[in-house]
């Protein structure tokens, strides 16, 4: 059985073009491939453990085969969770709005604790090697002004951090599906919402 995982990051659901349009691509593909399953995370209601002083401290232990603490065992278990239940997924949908060019802090926290050396990727003498093999990812992105296509497009970073990050993963077959515009031409909000969801069922006939 695929799996689909599904990982959203919009902290105002009720309002979101790309909340919206990542359901109907998930209403889309569900119709297209019913045996499939879909594992949906709203990374705004459930909280990814951090990378704090507790978790660095419970990975150097473990590193050197000493006793962890109640707390240093409740941290590894949470990220080997969120870890395994990256690596067993076949295909990756993220979803977010651009924040100041970037992602939002709680996806990118999401892609500090998959980015495992020795599970994701793996060092070599030629430098990082992905780990990752037959999977496919796609990211819907919302964006108050218009970027890609533009002058503005290299100030994307948040697309392209994550395209990169998947990439360092092995995960080279990246669709993008930006919706922009939406604050900048608010009188095309509707058509833009539109031809995204034109869009999304095309991406979801191929994904």
């Known amino acids: 059985m695929t799996k689909v995982l599904v990982i959203k990051a919009h902290?105002?659901?009720?309002?979101?073009?790309?909340?919206?349009?990542?359901?109907?691509?998930?209403?889309?593909?569900?119709?297209?491939?019913?045996?499939?399953?879909?594992?949906?995370?709203?990374?705004?209601?459930?909280?990814?453990?951090?990378?704090?002083?507790t978790t660095m401290k419970a990975w150097k232990h473990q590193r050197n085969g000493q006793p962890l603490s109640d707390e240093e065992q409740q941290v590894i278990a949470a990220h080997n969770q969120w870890l395994n239940e990256f690596l067993e997924a076949d295909k990756y949908v993220f979803v977010n709005?651009?924040?100041?060019?970037?992602?939002?802090?709680?996806?990118?926290?999401?892609?500090?604790?998959?980015?495992?050396?020795?599970?994701?990727?793996?060092?070599?003498?030629?430098?990082?090697?992905?780990?990752?093999?037959?999977?496919?990812?796609?990211?819907?992105?919302t964006a108050g002004s218009v970027y890609h296509g533009t002058p503005l497009e290299k100030f994307d970073f948040g697309g392209t951090y994550l395209k990169l990050a998947l990439k360092?993963?092995?995960?080279?077959?990246?669709?993008d599906l930006y919706i922009e515009g939406v604050d900048q031409f608010r009188d095309r909000r509707d058509t833009i919402k539109e031809k995204a969801m034109q869009d999304a069922a095309k991406v979801a006939e191929k994904f």
Do not use: C, W
């Open 97 to 141: 709005p651009m924040y100041n060019f970037f992602l939002p802090a709680e996806m990118k926290q999401y892609v500090d604790i998959i980015a495992v050396p020795r599970k994701t990727f793996k060092y070599t003498e030629k430098g990082p090697v992905g780990l990752l093999e037959n999977k496919k990812a796609l990211h819907i992105q």
């Open 168 to 175: 360092l993963f092995g995960v080279d077959d990246f669709t």
């Open 11 to 53: 902290p105002h659901a009720e309002d979101s073009i790309s909340i919206s349009v990542a359901d109907y691509f998930i209403k889309k593909y569900r119709e297209l491939h019913p045996d499939d399953e879909i594992i949906t995370h709203d990374l705004y209601a459930e909280k990814v453990p951090p990378l704090n002083d």
